[in-house]
């Protein structure tokens, strides 16, 4: 079907949607378990059970990598208390060598990742879409390791800078390992594999100085992508806000391609796959983002270790789009072009089954590290379309795999499979498997022809027969032409605050670049061409000039909106969401246990900072346990503030410290909120407004302040607020 050739598509506009509404409540699926933790039931899954041959408690003696016990690990061997090392010294040589050899090349690209293990379980038989094992018994739990990553730092760079993010999933089904290896985005900069490479060279750290790390803000990226105007859809998106997510668990996952699902009888249909966070999608605010690199560069990576460690588990719902075969060409953009969104209130998401995050990795190099994903790791009933890009993939992962982790990757313990490997592959570096016997051939009569095919097993692996008929050309099909009018989709689909941070984010970019022809192309042949409030907004922020911007393109139709792109939206419950609690001697704890139990029995994380660690007294003169020390809490660290003050709250006001956490939580747009002794200190910060509906509460009791104060941080943040960071 898909090699059907058509030029000059049109784009069809989106039928009219309603705006976002700023108060629209988060709606999980109608009629699913919401939160929290359906349907994991405890205990380990069945791969943590797997990997448990292979993992190893220490035991007392310290002994050699071949068993020897160890008398004496402090001192080399030498000749003389004071003369050279020996040669001889079998130990020092195996522990430094050893050592030498610890490290295995970091990704080319998504260095920088952090993983947990958990289950996938379907609400009801997909059996009329596909055969895949993960979707047949809605009675079934299928383990799944999951890693999360940023795409242009390096391992030890920060979590929460300006990227696209990784969602990589590895089910463990019960007919082979199945990857879906995604972003929290749903389109890619580029249409075709051949241009990743220039793609990753540009983003990434300049290659004279290696400068600068894990960002898109510079010469080289900027350069690249305003001269590859298919970028556009997808620069609207990194700009957004989707680039700075709170936290793992508040991020969409996109599978980006279309893919194929397939059925017993043969039948197949296009599929693109959502996960869709049951906390909602949620965002951090740049000028915050920059700030927790810094303050905690492990942001994510702890906030998904900590909430898994207190039983908080991150839960996804997985979503389908099924777009009939005979319906591929019903929908204006092209769907092999990974570029283009297929928008939720054109083709709704169905959402199919519930994946949550129940175990942390034991241990981080032998799980998180050496995870080895391929988009080209299938089961029976799932296939591939011929995106060109996903294509490329198809290729590269493998090739990554035998280059980083090496040829016997596939037999690592977090990779294997849960079901026996029978084949005639053999040896090289690292082989783990004893395979028996003088065959390692195929066909062969000596082991009566085992291991053998499967032509008749249903649940054998054949691919679908597409039928493809066309001449070897290089070039781009036409009807991947149009690349501004869903750019423009998603510029029209934010609400005001959600516009203002694009724009400030396209020109904090662009006030980061040297070269000032690279600056003005992407306002000339980028923002130009999506919207014109858009380049008008970057221009009054970066001095670029609007004359030469081209107009958008005349023959595209109005795009119409996409509600469903939008974040502008309250969060169901607070769980998860970090407090600060802000205190001093003399603090009154009664009072404070009360907010402490209130936030805590929503789930949320409740933090009391003080000038000083370990306890203060309280006004009862009883000590009060400090969380943490205020020289080391950020506001940044938090989601939102109460001010509690205490005995001596005015010269907690008067503290550098304490305003700057105040006023910088405010820039924020978090929640504020102060009683009694804290009211004056919250005056001490002098606030630019103290508006309730702002989310900056003062002048309650006890009580009416936390119910605002909880209502308020499932606004998460104030954007609204009358305050511009840039
Ligand atoms: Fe990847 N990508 N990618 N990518 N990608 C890798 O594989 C590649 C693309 C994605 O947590 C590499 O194991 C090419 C799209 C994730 O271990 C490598 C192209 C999407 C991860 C590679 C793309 C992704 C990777 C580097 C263009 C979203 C991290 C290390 C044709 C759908 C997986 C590795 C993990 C990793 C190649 C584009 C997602 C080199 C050639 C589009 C989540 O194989």
């Not at 933790?37 to 408690?57: C, S």
């Not at 990743?196 to 510079?218: G, R, T, W, Y």
Request: aromatic share 8%; proline share 7%; charged share 25%.
């Amino acid at each position: 079907m898909s090699d059907t050739r058509f030029d000059d598509m049109p784009v069809r506009p989106l039928p009219p949607t309603p705006s976002p509404t700023p108060d629209a409540p988060f709606q999980p699926a109608a009629g699913k378990p919401a939160m929290p933790g359906v349907p994991f039931v405890g205990g380990d899954t069945a791969k943590q059970r797997d990997l448990a041959a292979d993992t190893h408690e220490a035991g007392v003696a310290l002994t050699t990598n071949q068993g020897l016990k160890v008398s004496d690990d402090q001192n080399s061997l030498r000749a003389g208390p004071r003369g050279p090392t020996l040669m001889e010294d079998f130990h020092l040589r195996e522990k430094i060598t050893h050592f030498d050899h610890e490290r295995i090349p970091e990704r080319v690209v998504h260095a920088r990742g952090a993983g947990a293990h958990g289950v996938f379980q379907v609400y009801e038989p997909l059996t009329d879409l596909t055969t895949a094992a993960p979707f047949q018994d809605s009675a079934k739990e299928t383990p799944v390791f999951v890693r999360f990553s940023t795409v242009a730092g390096s391992r030890g760079s920060a979590d929460t800078v300006r990227d696209v993010r990784g969602f990589a999933v590895k089910f463990y089904t019960e007919e082979g390992v199945w990857d879906l290896v995604g972003n929290n985005m749903p389109v890619f900069f580029i249409q075709d594999a051949i241009k990743f490479p220039d793609l990753i060279h540009a983003v990434k750290p300049e290659p004279h100085n290696e400068i600068p790390q894990a960002q898109s803000a510079h010469d080289t990226f900027w350069d690249f992508v305003s001269l590859t105007p298919e970028s556009a859809h997808m620069l609207m998106w990194l700009m957004s806000d989707r680039a700075i997510p709170r936290s793992y668990a508040t991020m969409e996952g996109f599978g980006v391609h279309t893919f194929r699902l397939v059925n017993a009888e043969g039948r197949a249909r296009f599929v693109k796959f959502h996960w869709k966070p049951l906390k909602g999608v949620f965002s951090l605010v740049w000028d915050e983002a920059q700030k927790t690199a810094g303050k905690d560069p492990d942001f994510h990576r702890r906030d998904l270790f900590d909430a898994i460690e207190r039983g908080d588990f991150p839960q996804w719902e997985l979503g389908l789009q099924v777009i009939e075969e005979e319906d591929e060409f019903e929908y204006g953009v092209d769907i092999l072009d990974p570029t283009k969104i297929i928008p939720e209130e054109v083709v709704p998401v169905r959402r199919v089954g519930l994946m949550t995050l129940t175990a942390n990795p034991g241990n981080f190099f032998a799980e998180t590290e050496q995870v080895a994903f391929h988009v080209g790791h299938v089961v029976p009933g799932i296939d591939f379309t011929n995106d060109p890009l996903l294509q490329g993939r198809l290729f590269s992962y493998l090739d990554t795999q035998l280059r980083r982790v090496g040829p016997n990757f596939a037999e690592l313990p977090i990779n294997r499979p849960l079901q026996p490997v029978d084949n005639n592959q053999r040896d090289g570096m690292g082989r783990r498997q004893i395979d028996k016997g003088r065959v390692a051939y195929f066909p062969n009569s000596l082991a009566h022809g085992c291991p053998m095919q499967s032509p008749e097993a249903a649940d054998a692996f054949r691919s679908y027969a597409e039928k493809v008929d066309g001449a070897k050309v290089r070039v781009r099909s036409a009807s991947f032409g149009d690349h501004f009018s869903q750019a423009a989709l998603f510029w029209n689909s934010m609400s005001t605050w959600e516009q203002d941070h694009i724009a400030a984010a396209f020109s904090f970019e662009l006030n980061q670049c040297t070269d000032s022809l690279v600056r003005q192309r992407v306002m000339d042949d980028i923002l130009g061409n999506i919207a014109p409030d858009l380049a008008q907004a970057v221009s009054a922020r970066t001095g670029l000039s609007l004359a030469g911007a081209k107009p958008h393109p005349p023959s595209v139709p109005d795009v119409g909106r996409s509600p469903a792109l939008s974040q502008d939206r309250r969060a169901e419950d607070i769980r998860g969401r970090k407090v600060a609690v802000l205190v001093d001697a003399g603090v009154e704890a009664e009072q404070l246990s009360i907010i402490q139990e209130t936030l805590m029995d929503e789930e949320a994380i409740v933090e009391v900072v003080a000038p000083v660690a370990g306890t203060i007294t309280g006004g009862d003169g009883n000590p009060v346990p400090v969380t943490r020390a205020a020289p080391n809490a950020a506001s940044v660290l938090y989601d939102g503030v109460i001010v509690l003050g205490g005995g001596l709250a005015s010269a907690m006001g008067e503290m550098g410290h304490t305003r700057h956490f105040i006023n910088e939580a405010f820039l924020h747009g978090k929640p504020i909120a102060a009683i009694d002794a804290g009211e004056g200190v919250l005056a001490a910060a002098h606030l630019p407004t103290l508006v309730k509906e702002q989310g900056v509460i003062t002048g309650e009791a006890l009580e009416e302040m936390l119910t605002l104060f909880v209502e308020a941080l499932r606004r998460h943040r104030f954007p609204q607020r009358d305050v511009r960071l840039v």
